[in-house]
């Protein structure tokens, strides 16, 4: 599935990000992990058979959220899976609670803005995964006219989360970019 997604419109995360997120839920014992942009459910999927955790998941496109509620039925882990059907920018204000693991893969242009949210969702230790922050290099390198304003606000979000004293992150070149942000 996996393999169909990553050549599909709606593609999944790189395997090297994918095998670094299972091993720090099972190194952490995660409980509860939280995902934004959830797509067709295969990362919650791989959180949910690799761990005893629970998964709240976020996706705001009624076609990809339908397809996850089928896979998450389909491989059995519908009674561990919460997912939410909305806009995440509506839905990060109002949960509660903590969250071991957050795996930030929802429109990138709004990654600073849910950046005080997460913040305050994520335990103490946690750790928060920020997909596709290097943007085919155009975050640190020159972007299409078309797409300056997305590496632009991927950059703003890259300064706030490495100048926050409660973070310690580092960024690794796994697909395009993934920023692993523990929070101390």
Known sequence: MRARA???RDPTCADETL???LDAAAECSAQNILEIGAGEGLTSI???LRTGARVTAIEKDAARAARARENFAAFGV???VQLIE???AAVLPGLSGTFDIIFLDGPKVQ???YFPHIKRLLSAGGTL???DVLLYGWVRGEAPKKRRMLAAHIREYL???QADGDFRTEIFPFGEGLAVSKKL
């Open 19 to 21: 095998a670094l997120m």
């Open 46 to 48: 791989a959180f949910l």
């Open 86 to 88: 909305d806009d995440a």
């Open 6 to 8: 990553k050549e599909g």
């Open 159 to 161: 300064e706030t989360l």
């Open 129 to 131: 995964f920020s997909d």
């Open 111 to 113: 990654y600073v803005s």
């Open 78 to 80: 519908a009674d561990r």
